[in-house]
């Protein structure tokens, strides 16, 4: 009869945690320390050669090499806490943020371009903090091949084949998220190893709940480094799937034991990875309070609570009324702003007008007056009466750079032939009845007032009938890569929605006429608080409109 090597409970080849039964089950006491001392001997030999081979020369070249231009910055980014945004998850660029921090990195080298030298900047910290999780991969299928052959010689051999492998040895060298997502993606491939070797000896003791906690935990980090951690999520939901399935059919074990594992794999490999999920997605949101590049991809509530945003801390009016300058902003997750500059269409694609783009920046080229249909009112002449614009209201929206009017016809649009070309048109704000949209509250009736932020509204072309749209096609370089603007028969979709984000009334700079103002349109401010996942925002009205409104001395 061939003896088993010694079974493991934490790791192979320890003593922690086994029983007197486990170790006289082992054979000979002396045969057994000796496999035990050759298993942990070349363990720490692949180990330290691992290290040796991704260390050596770590600070070479001293130069932004590849995509370290892209996660060094994000790093920065991350350590001076500046708001932006990226497709990947932020696990793997909140560490790189992280070891920077620990290292001495301050988070001032712009990280412009390939090439860059980094002269005094300290960049080395980062690499060696990206070497040691890649260099981890080897110790990791050592242990993966030990459990899966319980052969020294095949875990050797699998350590090995990572150790001696060329790319893994570069991309482990440089500021990257491929060592990161590589450490957790194996980590939870030995995690499930280790979890499924103690199976049947083990079940619900102390290692048997830390392996299975620890593959749950790993899966969570993978997912959020990049999304390609959803496979290594697939292969161990298969193995999973397999061990219960043969619990289930096996009829010796007791009901309440496979409710038991049932429930222990649900809590470890589904809840607890969500948990850990949301928790770093909560941490990203948390560290990143300032307003960056990224703002202007997520809606106006949201952008209230990044310091320097000008949302943050603002105040407004808090009903639009006629003769107030706008932004509009698309309502769908990444929407951008409603756009417009003196460029035209080219020859073909539809009538040679004024571009009108949705542009994800903030710009004096997306504000907009809204007008009524029929009248060309002066928002500074105190002579005219304020008038508020509510819902089912005939407007105008003029081009406050170009003084052209947002304007549709039943031409096909650029990219989207089925739905029409929006454009800007007129001159010094006249136009024709093509400019004529109508003001829909979404959810509202008859007298309901157009508010900034709160309301969601739809501008309905007059006399088409399509409604203004937004969608995430890009235009050709003739339209500068910006969003594609429509007009859409279809009234349901929900790119038709749109949100007033700034509302400036010019008529509120006057101190002369700011009490009267300030008791007709009523203001808030935006109350800014801890990160809330349904990003929230309060209202706050103010009772001395006055003094919040009337910031002018009078001479």
Known sequence: MIRRPP??????????????????????????????????????????????????????????????THF?????????????????????????GLFGVLTGYDGTFPFLKPGDKYGDAEYVGMRVCCVVLGGCLVPFAFVIGWDMTKSLSGAGWAASAILFDNGLVTLSQYILLDPVLMFFIMGSVMGNTRFRSLRDRHSFSFSWWFWLSFTG????????????????????????????????????????????????????????????????????????NKSGSGDGFFSSSFQSQLRGNSLYNASMPKEVAFGAVLTLKNHRTGGGYLHSHWHLYPEGIGAR????????????????????????????????????????????LEHVATKRNLHSHKEPAPLTKRHYQVTGYGENGVGDANDVWK?????????????????????????????????????????????EVTCSQNLRDRNNLWNVE????????????????????????????????????????????TQLCCRVTPV
């Open 7 to 68: 079974r493991s409970t934490l790791f192979p080849y320890t003593t922690l945690f086994r029983s007197r039964t486990d170790a006289a089950e082992d054979g000979d006491g002396d045969r057994a320390a000796s496999r035990s001392w050759h298993w942990w001997t070349a363990l720490l030999i692949l180990t330290g050669a691992s290290f040796a081979t991704r260390l050596y020369k770590i600070e070479e070249p001293d130069h932004i090499c590849w995509d370290e």
């Open 72 to 96: 060094g910055k994000f790093g920065s980014w991350y350590i001076n806490r500046t708001f932006f945004f990226d497709v990947h998850p932020p696990l793997g660029k909140m560490l790189i």
């Open 217 to 288: 935990l790993f899966l969570a980090c993978s997912v959020s480094v990049k999304f390609v951690g959803l496979f290594v999520v697939l292969y161990v939901g298969i193995f999973t799937i397999w061990d219960l399935w043969l619990m289930l059919g096996d009829l010796s074990l007791p009901l309440s034991s496979t409710v038991r594992h049932f429930a222990s794999r649900t809590l470890c490999l589904i809840v607890l990875p969500i948990a850990s999920y949301l928790l770093i997605f909560y941490v990203h949101l948390w560290v990143l």
């Open 353 to 396: 007008q004024q571009q009108v783009t949705a542009y994800t920046h903030k710009d004096d080229n997306n504000k907009w007056t809204i007008k009524p249909f029929d009248v060309n009112i002066d928002s500074n002449d105190p002579s005219i009466s304020i008038r508020l614009v509510k819902h089912g209201d005939v407007v105008r």
């Open 439 to 483: 003001v829909e509250i979404v959810g509202g009736k008859e007298g309901d007032v157009l508010t900034t932020i709160s309301s969601r509204l739809k501008l309905v072309h007059f006399l088409t009938g399509c409604a203004l749209h937004s969608h995430n096609k890009q235009l050709p370089k003739w339209g500068y890569e910006q969003m």
């Open 502 to 545: 700034d509302n400036y009334f010019p008529r509120r700079q006057s101190f002369n006429h700011c009490l009267l103002f300030c008791l007709l349109i009523p203001f808030f401010q935006f109350q800014t608080s801890a990160f809330s996942f349904t990003h929230r925002i309060s209202f706050r009205s103010s009772w001395n409109r």
